[in-house]
């Protein structure tokens, strides 16, 4: 069975920073691209991040480039997100999704990030 | 990069078919055959509908297809089903190796 669970949101301050991370199983984790997907209170999907099986190609949304940084292990299954000088439009439920390809196969329940001061 | 274009929201009668309509530009879904869609229902995750234009994983139902013109993607759902009332989300690759969503599109089982 895929499992895919997030991990590390919380209520951060304006300018504060928070690692999320995401733990798979149940398929070859090594396998796929990784991506980081957030949709805010009442909002749309919003692509994030993307970084494939070995690292070697990174992207970012121009809306976190130069703050958030997208990293993976795949001897450990996992995932993560360091997110720096966070804005209050930042507030989102930031879903850990894996894909084959150009997709978003499996997705986990979501990590709630809260920025306010 | 600007999000895709997709109606607010569509209804429907059980039984009948809708269409969600995708638009996009030359560069995300007129460039590449890389366009899936994801239904989502209300505090759940989002879930895989059809990948690269109008391919359907294991396990989701042939009432679900997908097809592109140019470039514009369509989801048809066909004999509407009660639990088919979600939200409906398109997503293409970009010429910039990045994805783009549409703003999403609430569906009405009337």
């Known amino acids: 069975e895929v499992q895919v669970v997030e991990s590390g949101g919380g209520l951060v301050k304006p300018g504060g920073s928070l690692r999320l991370s995401c733990a798979a199983s149940?398929?070859?984790?090594?396998?796929?691209?990784m991506n980081w997907v957030r949709q805010a209170p009442g909002k749309g999907l919003e692509w994030v991040s993307s970084?494939?099986?070995?690292?070697?190609?990174?992207s970012y949304a121009d809306s976190v480039k130069g703050r958030f940084t997208i990293s993976r292990d795949n001897a450990e299954n996992s995932l993560y997100l360091q997110m720096n000088s966070l804005r209050a439009e930042d507030t989102a439920v930031y879903y850990c999704a894996g894909g084959w390809s150009n997709h978003f196969d499996y997705w986990g329940q979501g990590t709630l990030v809260t920025v306010s001061s | 990069q600007s999000a895709l274009t997709q109606p607010a929201s569509v209804s429907g009668s059980p039984g009948q078919s809708i269409t969600v309509s995708c638009t996009g530009t030359?560069?995300?879904?007129?460039?590449?055959?890389?366009v899936s869609w994801y239904q989502q229902h209300p505090g759940k995750a989002p879930k895989l509908l059809i990948y690269?234009?109008?391919n359907r994983p294991s396990g989701i139902s042939n009432r679900f297809s997908g097809s592109k013109s140019g470039n514009a993607a369509s989801l048809t759902i066909s004999g509407l089903q009660a639990e088919d009332e979600a939200a409906y989300y398109c997503c293409s690759y970009t010429n910039r190796s990045t994805r783009v969503f549409g703003g999403g599109t609430k569906l009405t089982v009337l």
């Open positions: 690269d234009v109008s």
């Open positions: 970084i494939t099986t070995t690292s070697r190609y990174i």
């Open positions: 030359s560069s995300d879904i007129g460039s590449y055959n890389y």
């Open positions: 149940g398929f070859t984790f090594s396998s796929y691209t």
